[in-house]
């Protein structure tokens, strides 16, 4: 990995496009540290904590901690990623969206404008619930209509800029500007998470167990790093083979090929799915201030991913049967709607293709459809053991950091895409360089 940084240094072009995308990070930095005018950022920190548990932390790393500060970037890049996986589902729902995305770049051009304007709207819809609620909670110097405004204006405009910082880093920088923003918020919140792990478990204590303690916390994180790379990058071969075609004198086709079929097919999909369904009833709560008490406090206590593996707290272990349930539905159902095995097994037919001992169409789909079963579940245990070591660790700990399985693995995929990208431009321009000499 530094070594392809160093080398693409060495590129005149690819570092302009590196010092560029350095140059936005540090904007997308500065803009998450000015708080918005007339809140108390310290309360609403509490309160959100207090009121969205686990959720908060989740949120507070994918904001880079301009969410905890009530920044102006608040809302930072979430709104553009809901709005971008709404739009990815009402895709197969939608003919009309499916026909864009079928019709190449100029398909893509309109589903991007529309992902903006849902962006917008979701911004402004987000904003004004935060602000509204801020209000009538007293976190606000006056609770008025223009301060409510100029709230939704300020969290709305910070979003959108973000939004376009973030396609200018992919139009001029290097890889997805949206996913490295993303990046660099997560692990913009790791150093504070670690000050938090050492002042709890290492501080004070006598040198072994210092030593031991600080071993045990970064062999936790190498291992749980090695196996999102191993579950990113597994992927089944699916051997495909041309059947022999003779036009005139000459023999076409008779070529082997392979489908690969990613074991992560859904990527963090399932998890941020399932998080958020398990904290909508913490959230309406909030919302409406009211705490239920009895069984229905356990059940919300049982929600949150704090009591999950807390043995004080057997009952949430309820909690943690749902969300393995909700993974495992999200993995199978974000997979479903999109990869499509009866399109794959059509065009194979069609172009003379055939998967060996397997008859095309029908059986070929069928077989298909029996792999991704297989590698679906497997994909999905393996996300269910990275996104579980940390909250075993929050719960029967107590060890309360904002980053966990799924932030590892978002990490770990955007470096592995950005520096393939940088690779392939690299080939590129040496390709470049061989045909002009």
Not at 112 to 140: D, Q, V, W
Not at 152 to 181: C, H, K, P, Q, Y
Not at 282 to 309: C, D, E, H, N, R
Not at 423 to 433: C, W
Request: charged share 15%; aromatic share 12%.
């Amino acid at each position: 990995m530094f070594k392809t940084f160093i080398n693409a240094f060495k590129v005149k072009e690819l570092r302009q496009k590196l010092l560029y995308t350095f140059f936005v990070l540090i904007v997308v930095r500065l803009g998450s540290l000015i708080t918005v005018p007339g809140i108390r950022a310290d309360a609403i920190k509490e309160y959100l904590s207090n009121a969205l548990g686990d959720s908060f932390n989740l949120f507070s790393s994918f904001t880079g901690g301009s969410f905890d500060q009530m920044s102006i970037f608040a809302l930072n890049v979430t709104p553009y990623i809901t709005s971008s996986i709404i739009i990815q589902l009402l895709t197969i729902a939608i003919p009309a969206l499916e026909e864009m995305q079928k019709d190449g770049e100029d398909g893509r051009k309109k589903i991007t404008a529309i992902t903006r304007i849902l962006t917008i709207g979701l911004a402004i819809l987000e904003s004004a619930g935060l602000a509204i609620n801020f209000g009538r909670k007293g976190f606000m110097d006056s609770y008025n209509f223009w301060t409510v405004l100029s709230m939704i204006v300020i969290l709305t405009g910070g979003s959108a800029f973000v939004m376009w910082l973030g396609e200018r880093v992919t139009d001029r920088g290097v890889g997805n500007g949206i996913s490295i923003i993303l990046l660099i918020n997560i692990v913009s919140t790791m150093p504070n998470d670690f000050k938090n792990i050492y002042t709890q478990f290492i501080k004070g204590k006598d040198a072994v167990r210092m030593c031991l303690i600080a071993l045990l916390v970064v062999a936790i994180v190498v291992c749980v790093t090695i196996l999102v790379c191993m579950l990113q990058g597994a992927e089944r071969k699916i051997p495909v083979q041309y059947a022999k075609k003779v036009q005139g004198r000459k023999q076409m086709g008779g070529q082997s090929s392979n489908i690969p079929l990613k074991v992560n097919t859904a990527g963090v999909i399932p998890v941020i799915f399932a998080s958020s369904l398990m904290a909508i009833p913490s959230i309406i709560t909030s919302l409406f201030g009211k705490s239920p008490s009895g069984v229905g406090a356990k059940i919300l206590q049982g929600m949150s991913q704090s009591y999950w593996f807390n043995p004080n707290y057997p009952w949430g272990f309820l909690g943690l049967a749902v969300y393995i349930l909700l993974v495992f539905f999200f993995a199978y159902f974000y997979t479903a709607i999109t990869f499509n095995p009866m399109e794959i097994a059509n065009n194979m037919k069609k172009s003379g293709g055939f998967v060996p001992g397997i008859r095309p169409g029908k059986p070929t789909q069928d077989y298909l459809n029996k792999i991704l079963n297989y590698i679906i579940f497997i994909g999905a245990v393996g996300l269910l053991i990275v996104a579980m070591i940390p909250m075993f660790f929050n719960g029967f700990f107590s060890v309360n950091v904002s980053f966990g399985g799924t932030s590892i693995i978002i990490v770990v995929g955007v470096v592995i895409e950005t520096m393939k990208s940088l690779e392939s431009q690299m080939l590129v321009r040496h390709y470049q360089g061989f045909l002009l000499d």
